[in-house]
C-alpha cells in the first residue's frame, strides 16, 4: 500500500523567511511519481512539480526548490524568500506508473503555509 | 491547450435531494478521469476514476455514483445525498502515458443541510 506523510500540519513564517514543507513516502512499486500541489483560498489545486522515481537530480524553478532522496524516502520543498502569496495548503502526492486505478494520487494531509507580511 | 469545467460552483442541497455535478475536459482525448472528495480537515480521497467510455470503477463504497456518458464528459450523481456527502468535490484528468500528471478543475462545494 502507499502512504504519504506530511508530518507538519501548520507552518507560519514572516514573508521573506525561507520555509521547508517535508514529505515522506512509502510504497513497493520500483517506479513511481512524486507530486507537490498547492491549494491557495480559492480551493483549486495547482500542480507545481512531478519527479520520476528514477531521476533524483533536485530541481529549482524560481523561488521554489524540490530535494528529492530515495534512500530516506523524502520529497521536500522549499520556499524560498516567501511571500504572503505563498499563503495556501501544499500537498504532496504519491502515484504508481501504472494506468487505471494504480494511477490514482495519494495524498499527504497536507500542510497548512502561513506567509505574514 | 487542455481545460477542465466544473459544475455548478456551489451547491446547497438539503439531505435525501438528488445530487449531479458535472466535469468536463477540453483539448485531450480519451483521458482518465477522476473524481476526489475533500472532507472537512482537507484529506484527499478518490472515489472514482474512468479509463474510458461506459468504464468506471469505484474506489470507496458509499451513497455517490458515477458515470461517464462522453470521453470527456464525467458525471457524479446520488439519488438521495446524506449530510456525511458535504464535502468539496473535485475532477481531474490525466493524459496519455507519458504524462503522468493529474490536473485538477476548479472544484464544487457542496453543503447538505
Known amino acids: 500500500a502507499q502512504k504519504v506523510t506530511q508530518a507538519q500540519t501548520e507552518i507560519s513564517v514572516v514573508e521573506k523567511e525561507d520555509v521547508t514543507l517535508d514529505c515522506v513516502y512509502e510504497t513497493r512499486d520500483t517506479t513511481y511519481y512524486l507530486f507537490w500541489y498547492k491549494q491557495p483560498p480559492s480551493g483549486e489545486l495547482v500542480f507545481l512539480i512531478r519527479r520520476n522515481s528514477f531521476d533524483e537530480q533536485n530541481e529549482i524553478s524560481g523561488r521554489y526548490s524540490w530535494n528529492f532522496q530515495k534512500s530516506t524516502s523524502s520529497f521536500n520543498f522549499t520556499i524560498t524568500a516567501s511571500q504572503v502569496v505563498d499563503s495556501a495548503v501544499y500537498f504532496c502526492a504519491l502515484s504508481a506508473d501504472y494506468t487505471g486505478a494504480n494511477s490514482k494520487l495519494t495524498f499527504g494531509k497536507g500542510i497548512t503555509l502561513s506567509v505574514r507580511p | 491547450s487542455q481545460t477542465i469545467h466544473q459544475w455548478p460552483a456551489t451547491l446547497v442541497q438539503p439531505v435525501g435531494s438528488p445530487l449531479s455535478l458535472e466535469c468536463t475536459v477540453e483539448?485531450?482525448?480519451?483521458?482518465?478521469l477522476y473524481w476526489y472528495r475533500q472532507a472537512a480537515g482537507r484529506g484527499l480521497q478518490l472515489l472514482f476514476y474512468?479509463?474510458?467510455?461506459?468504464?468506471i470503477s469505484s474506489e470507496v463504497p458509499q451513497n455517490l455514483s458515477a458515470s461517464r456518458p462522453q470521453d470527456r464528459q464525467f458525471i457524479l450523481s446520488s439519488k438521495k445525498l446524506l449530510l456525511s456527502d458535504s464535502g468539496f468535490y473535485l475532477c481531474?484528468?490525466?493524459?496519455?502515458?507519458?504524462?503522468?500528471?493529474?490536473?485538477f478543475g476548479p472544484g464544487t462545494r457542496l453543503l447538505v443541510l
Open positions: 481531474a484528468w490525466r493524459g496519455p502515458r507519458g504524462r503522468e500528471t493529474q490536473y
Open positions: 483539448g485531450t482525448s480519451n483521458p482518465n
Open positions: 474512468s479509463v474510458g467510455i461506459g468504464q
